[in-house]
């Protein structure tokens, strides 16, 4: 199918979910890019305390506030 017959069937309300091979679907500018980071103690302390609070993972909270942060810029 044409892209352009794809998109007129969703812009006119039609199911488009049996056409999209899931198997292969990515999310755009979501590949994962491994860093490594050196924090001192005292914020890995802070960002332990804050992780527990929330009931998540460091690196969640993290990647949280980069994210934020990245927004205002």
């Not at 890019?33 to 993972?57: C, E, H, I, S, Y």
């Amino acid at each position: 199918m044409k892209s352009k017959d794809f998109d007129k069937k969703f812009d006119d309300g039609e199911s488009v979910t049996s056409l999209i091979n899931k198997k292969h679907a990515r999310r755009l500018n979501q590949d994962q890019k491994r860093v490594n980071v050196d924090f001192p103690q005292w914020m890995v302390d802070l960002l332990d305390k804050q992780a527990k609070r929330l009931g998540v993972t460091r690196q969640s909270v993290i990647k949280h506030f980069i994210a934020d942060h990245l927004k205002h810029i």
